[in-house]
């Protein structure tokens, strides 16, 4: 059973940067590709970013590319979220998710939530003005 852990949000002020870390556990980690997404109060789920099981392939949304740097260590069973020069608007609750491995669709249908199948608590992301 896929287990997934995210964790290191917390208050940063606008322009700054913050990594948050999802360790996957229960599962072999280099058989699932690992998304971010997050949920704004009264707003949709959306997309981040994508790594596929290899971690050769990366995808980022348009809100975040050029600022989040979506990047995975096999040695550690963990994803990471680089996100620098944030700003108010990605203040959120950020998850992470996991395909389903290697029957699994990888990041083929992201920035859209299908075909990940699990997901683990979010993390907060508060970021000032």
């Known amino acids: 059973e896929v287990q997934l852990q995210a964790s290191g949000g917390g208050l940063v002020h606008a322009g700054g940067s913050l990594t948050l870390s999802c360790t996957v556990s229960g599962v072999t980690f280099d058989e699932y590709a690992i998304a971010w997404f997050r949920q704004a109060p009264g707003k949709e789920r959306e997309g981040v970013s994508c790594v596929s099981h290899s971690g050769v392939s990366t995808y980022y949304a348009r809100s975040a590319k050029g600022r989040f740097t979506i990047s995975r260590d096999s040695a550690k069973n963990t994803v990471y979220l680089e996100m620098s020069s944030v700003e108010p608007e990605d203040t959120a609750i950020y998850y992470c998710?996991?395909?389903?491995?290697?029957?699994?669709?990888?990041?083929?249908?992201?920035?859209?939530?299908?075909?990940?199948?699990?997901w683990g608590k979010g993390t907060q992301v508060t970021v000032s003005s």
């Open positions: 998710a996991s395909d389903a491995g290697v029957l699994g669709r990888g990041c083929s249908k992201f920035p859209e939530h299908v075909g990940m199948n699990n």
